[in-house]
């Protein structure tokens, strides 16, 4: 960890009082959104039923309808709703992005999530009220990037791809001209976000354009008697042995052979999980704290809110003598991805 | 700045003031590998020699790469100008610290070329710095309100996305920018802050010793059926075959590119500037440049170019 840079901040040393971060939650349904404001968030973060958000997933996300109902039901307990646009139109469907962006702002969404620059500069102009967030999916790991679009179209905060050590947050934070967001839990992209192109290169679809990761449709189970193969498109991408704990079967996380060993050549199966930084991610001036999941049950998003919640408010109760609750762990352990932890790459040694 | 003559006939083209096609030029793409110091001026000797009319050059994957600094950079250019090539800086595409900023700022600064911006930091840097700049593959441009917004920052030209293909071109003409395509090598296909080439080799990336410069052409990663599928180098990962967009070099002509871009590998870099060469110079059909490229290297089909899989139509690769 880069704890010396971290440590050398002011904030950090002392008994200077720590602002809350935003608790930024999860919904890809109505009763999630439910959840994550009964549970104590401070924004929810949701999509459209369609290509326009990186979970485009089926089944998943909100008609207008229900969306008009959950800005309602959140902004009644002083909730802030946040739509994600954050998936790159093309010149064949541009219109349809940009109708979107008018969308969320007729339905009163207090911000949309954006990655590209060109839909952020329609939103600027035609929804001036309407707050823009810079999406992970724009890939903006210095502040230099961040202040390019800070410059052009005024947006409010950064959300950081899961790229960057703690010094180095610190660092964007004391000179992007936005709020900083950061990802505190949830499953992780060893990939920076919005720079990975491993599944459309094997399944033609991919986060970027089709708001998809290893889409469902190309994913095919088969059992054989090296045991339970899982192929992507075709790709083998992991064999497990009888009683293994089979994950989904994403290009980042699979089994391979290099140099003739066999494991996981780029990523375990692991959540991230950052309740122990939180003193030092406040004290350093982060916004907001964000969790991964709109995929993921509304059990998971009340449980993962609560507990931040709780964490969020005994830091900023007493800074200096934070820890983390062990109960607050085991809960979320059990909602991790292959129910292991880490601290990710806020730690410096996991790069 | 020597911009004079940069895409000038392409630029007249997209204009729509000249229905002819314009001549489609050549570019060697950045050197992604860590190859040693020696390696690396014998490399670009050669390429003084090469019948590309651009060359990009500098360290794109990693700032700790040391091999060749930038005063070595700045050298290989001035040579590389001096037999005829336009040359273009290229930046950082994954800059993390205030130390790959500093990296940035340096190639911006270099008073004599045009930069390659592959980050909307560089970007950034470039516009305030006005310095003409490419906008890299990596910069993630996929429509004509961010080509716009690119080109009112500075840019010369737009290195279209490598996922996408003939389609988003005829779409989006008339683009505001002249076109370079990723026309031949392993495509760049994800970043990370991890070191893959350090992990298989169980280093810490703060402590990696450099181990990627024993990989000349990337480290290669298989399926556990033994299919050939991603190179890992450093923190980047690309495919394991090369890409080949040699079979439509017609089609990418008629469609306004005006660039195809080959990507250095530490052999048959020659042989492949050649074949491209004499594909878009009609001594060879685009279907022979194509096959003799396959045979040469087993590049796999367009993919991406057609709107399907990158890894274009399925013939495995065996480790």
Redesign the interface.
């Known amino acids: 960890m880069d704890a010396v840079v971290a440590d050398s901040h002011p904030a950090a040393r002392g008994s200077v009082a720590c602002r809350a971060p935003d608790l930024v939650c999860p919904a890809g349904s109505l009763p999630a959104l439910k959840a994550a404001v009964d549970h104590g968030a401070t924004c929810v973060y949701t999509g459209f039923r369609d290509a326009t958000n990186a979970r485009n997933f089926a089944g998943l996300n909100f008609s207008l309808a229900d969306l008009e109902i959950g800005v309602r039901y959140a902004r009644d307990r002083g909730v802030r709703v946040l739509i994600a646009l954050n998936t790159y139109p093309q010149a064949q469907n541009y219109a349809a992005w940009c109708a979107a962006v008018d969308r969320a702002a007729a339905v009163g969404a207090h911000a949309i999530i954006v990655a590209d620059a060109g839909l952020m500069a329609y939103a600027a102009k035609r929804h001036p009220n309407l707050a823009l967030h810079l999406s992970v999916q724009g890939s903006a790991t210095t502040y230099e990037a961040i202040n390019f679009y800070a410059d052009r179209f005024g947006i409010k905060r950064a959300v950081l791809p899961r790229v960057l050590t703690l010094g180095q947050v610190a660092s964007v934070v004391a000179h992007a001209r936005t709020e900083i967001e950061v990802f505190a839990f949830g499953s992780l992209c060893v990939m920076v976000e919005g720079r990975c192109q491993l599944s459309s290169y094997v399944t033609g679809q991919g986060p970027n354009l089709n708001g998809v990761c290893s889409p469902a449709s190309a994913v095919r189970w088969t059992e054989t008697a090296a045991g339970r193969e899982v192929r992507l498109a075709g790709v083998l991408v992991d064999r497990f042995a009888p009683g293994e704990n089979a994950g989904y079967p994403t290009l980042c996380k699979g089994r391979y052979e290099v140099e003739g060993a066999t494991g996981y050549a780029i990523e375990e199966p692991v959540s991230l999980n950052t309740l122990s930084l939180l003193p030092k991610l406040c004290a350093m001036g982060v916004r907001a704290v964000k969790i991964e999941g709109r995929q993921r049950s509304v059990a998971y998003v009340a449980e993962v809110t609560a507990v931040w919640r709780a964490a969020i408010d005994a830091c900023i109760c007493d800074p200096e003598h934070f820890e983390v609750d062990a109960a607050w762990d085991a809960r979320l352990a059990r909602l991790a991805e292959g129910r292991q932890v880490t601290l990710g790459v806020y730690h410096r040694s996991w790069r | 700045m020597n911009v004079s003559g940069m895409d000038g006939a392409a630029t007249s083209v997209s204009r729509g003031s000249d229905a002819q096609q314009a001549r489609l030029r050549l570019a060697l793409g950045p050197l992604a590998y860590y190859w040693p110091r020696a390696q690396v001026h014998a490399f670009y000797e050669a390429v003084a020699g090469f019948a590309v009319d651009v060359v990009y050059l500098g360290e794109v994957v990693c700032g700790k790469r040391h091999e060749v600094g930038f005063a070595d950079w700045m050298a290989i250019a001035r040579a590389l100008e001096a037999a005829g090539k336009e040359v273009v800086l290229s930046g950082l595409?994954?800059?993390?610290?205030?130390t790959?900023?500093r990296i940035?700022r340096r190639v911006v600064g270099n008073g004599a070329f045009v930069v390659e911006a592959n980050?909307?930091?560089?970007?950034?840097?470039a516009?305030e710095a006005h310095v003409p700049f490419v906008a890299g593959p990596?910069v993630?441009?996929?429509?004509?309100?961010?080509?716009?917004?690119?080109r009112d920052a500075g840019a010369l030209r737009w290195v279209m996305?490598?996922?996408?293909g003939a389609?988003?071109l005829r779409?989006?003409a008339p683009l505001p920018l002249p076109v370079e395509v990723f026309a031949f090598g392993r495509?760049p296909?994800?970043?990370?802050?991890?070191?893959?080439t350090a992990?298989?080799r169980d280093r810490?990336?703060?402590d990696c010793g450099f181990t990627c410069r024993d990989d000349p052409d990337g480290?290669?990663?298989?399926?556990?059926?033994?299919?050939s599928?991603?190179v890992?180098n450093g923190i980047q990962?690309q495919?394991a075959r090369p890409s080949s967009l040699a079979s439509v070099i017609d089609e990418a002509a008629a469609l306004g590119v005006s660039v195809l871009r080959v990507m250095p590998q530490s052999q048959h870099t020659a042989e492949i500037v050649r074949s491209f060469r004499d594909g878009i110079d009609g001594r060879v059909t685009p279907e022979e440049a194509a096959r003799t490229l396959e045979a040469l290297t087993g590049a796999t089909r367009p993919?991406?170019w057609r709107?399907?899989?990158?890894?274009g139509p399925?013939t495995e690769a065996r480790?």
């Open positions: 595409a994954l800059p993390e610290s205030e790959d900023l940035l980050d909307m930091g560089m970007v950034r840097l516009a990596h993630n441009a996929y429509n004509l309100a961010t080509l716009g917004l690119l996305p490598i996922d996408l389609d988003a779409a989006m495509l296909l994800a970043w990370s802050a991890r070191c893959f992990r298989a810490a990336k703060d480290l290669a990663l298989a399926t556990l059926d033994r299919e599928l991603f890992l990962t495919s993919g991406y709107g399907a899989a990158g890894m399925r480790a």
